[in-house]
């Protein structure tokens, strides 16, 4: 077990999330130098990689039918693909100044089945959305990198297929 030493605030007291200006003083802004934007994932060799920034949910049907990610008929996150998983990434503002923004949707999917992939957009809100749609072939290439933008209304079902093959484009 660990063991918090005297006179140390313990692991959690430590991180806890303050406004900026509590913990760099008011004038924090002036203060930064470099911005850098992170992108954890565990993209693996052989994967599809589908985000979208706006007010959307994402859905993926494999070759067989299987689905993973949002089911706008029932509005209920699946995951019948396996190796898939569907995340929601949010993000607010530590400084309290801008409102919080729509969460990021993000549909992995490990290992799949070469064939055709249909994917649906729902709209959940009206607005803007970009999608980035990313391939890799089973040596780990990016075989496809391509951004959709375009606007989404409330309830709008917009719908994009994909052809893929773990040998990469032929």
């Known amino acids: 077990s660990f063991a918090t030493p005297p006179g140390c605030p313990d692991f959690f007291t430590r991180l806890k999330a303050r406004p900026m200006a509590e913990t760099h003083g008011p004038d924090w802004e002036q203060r930064i130098s470099h911005a850098v934007a992170v992108e954890i994932s565990q993209i693996s060799p052989g994967s599809l990689f589908m985000s979208g920034k706006s007010p959307l949910e994402i859905l993926a049907i494999d070759p067989t039918g299987r689905k993973a990610g949002f089911v706008p008929s029932t509005r209920v996150v699946t995951r019948e693909i396996p190796k898939a998983r569907y995340t929601i990434e949010k993000w607010a503002d530590p400084t309290g100044l801008s409102p919080p923004i729509d969460p990021a949707k993000v549909l992995e999917i ?4 070469d064939g ?9 809100g009206d607005g803007p959305f970009t999608l980035n749609m990313r391939a890799y072939g089973v040596g780990g290439g990016l075989t496809l990198n391509e951004t959709v933008t375009g606007s989404v209304t409330t309830d709008q079902v917009l719908k994009f297929e994909l052809a893929y093959s773990s040998r990469g484009p032929s």
């Open 110 to 113: 490990g290992s799949p089945l």
């Open 116 to 124: 055709r992939y249909r994917f649906q957009i729902l709209g959940t």
